[in-house]
C-alpha cells in the first residue's frame, strides 16, 4: 500500500466558483483515478488520470467541467468547474500499484452553497 | 450493464452476535470482487480481493467468499470497532480498470 494525501480536506463554495483538489502519493504508481460520493449513493468514477496525456473519462463526465491534471507518478489534480449545489459530494482518488486493488485517499467533502 | 447490489443496506448486531453481508453482482466477465470498509469521513479502506468462484480470504473476524453470483463478507462475534460501512466493488474484464460500486451495508455493532 501507500500513503496517499488530499488537499484539502473540506471546502464550502460559492456557485459559480471552482476548486481544485491536490492528491499525492509517497511513491510512484502507474494509475490513479477519480471517484464521486454523492450522499447515500456509491462511489462513482469520474476519470482516469493518465501522466502524460489526457484523462480518460467516464460516461456523464466531461473535461470541461472536470479538468484533470497528472504531472508526474505521484500527483494529480481535479477541478470541479462552475460549481452548483449538485456538484456537493466526496471527492476521493486511488491508485492501483501492480494486481488489481485499488488505495483510496482520505476523500475532500466539498459543500457548494 | 454492470451492476453491484449490496444488502441489507443497515445491519444492527449485538457484540458477539455473527452475521454475513451480502453483495449480488452482473458483470460481463469478472477480473476481481473487492471488499472495503469505510469509516465516517475517511476514505474507503482495502479489504479483500476475489478472483473466481469458491475463493475465500479471511482477515481477523472477517471471511469473504465468492460465487459466480454474488459475495459474502461473514463476521464472526463481532466487537464495536467494527462498526462501519462495508463497500463491495467489481472489476470487469476489459481494458479499463474501473471499479463499480454498490451502495454499502452500514454496519452498527453494540456493546
Known amino acids: 500500500s501507500a500513503v496517499i494525501s488530499q488537499k484539502p480536506s473540506r471546502d464550502i463554495c460559492q456557485r459559480g466558483t471552482s476548486l481544485t483538489i491536490q492528491c499525492q502519493v509517497d511513491?510512484?504508481?502507474?494509475?490513479m483515478f477519480w471517484y464521486r460520493q454523492q450522499p447515500g449513493q456509491s462511489l462513482t468514477l469520474i476519470a482516469t488520470?493518465?501522466?502524460?496525456?489526457?484523462?480518460?473519462?467516464e460516461s456523464g463526465f466531461v473535461i470541461d467541467k472536470f479538468p484533470i491534471s497528472r504531472p508526474n507518478l505521484t500527483f494529480s489534480t481535479l477541478t470541479v468547474s462552475n460549481m452548483s449545489p449538485e456538484d456537493s459530494s466526496i471527492y476521493l482518488c486511488?491508485?492501483?500499484?501492480?494486481?488489481?486493488?485499488?488505495?483510496f485517499g482520505p476523500g475532500t467533502r466539498l459543500t457548494v452553497l | 450493464e454492470d451492476q453491484v447490489t449490496q444488502s441489507p443496506e443497515a445491519l444492527r448486531l449485538q457484540e458477539g452476535e455473527s452475521s454475513s453481508l451480502n453483495c449480488s453482482y452482473t458483470?460481463?466477465?469478472?477480473?476481481?470482487l473487492f471488499w472495503y470498509r469505510q469509516d465516517p469521513g475517511k476514505g474507503p479502506e482495502f479489504l479483500f480481493t476475489l478472483y473466481s468462484a469458491g475463493e475465500e480470504k479471511e482477515k481477523e473476524r472477517l471471511k469473504a467468499t465468492l460465487t459466480k453470483k454474488e459475495s459474502f463478507l461473514h463476521i464472526t462475534a463481532p466487537k464495536p470497532e467494527d462498526s462501519a460501512t462495508y463497500l463491495c466493488?467489481?472489476?470487469?474484464?476489459?481494458?479499463?480498470?474501473?471499479?463499480?460500486f454498490g451502495t454499502g451495508t452500514l454496519l452498527a455493532v453494540q456493546p
Open positions: 466493488a467489481v472489476q470487469a474484464s476489459g481494458a479499463t480498470n474501473k471499479l463499480i
Open positions: 511513491s510512484q504508481v502507474t494509475m
Open positions: 458483470v460481463s466477465g469478472l477480473r476481481g
Open positions: 486511488s491508485v492501483e500499484f501492480t494486481g488489481n486493488e485499488q488505495f
Open positions: 488520470a493518465n501522466q502524460g496525456s489526457e484523462a480518460t473519462y
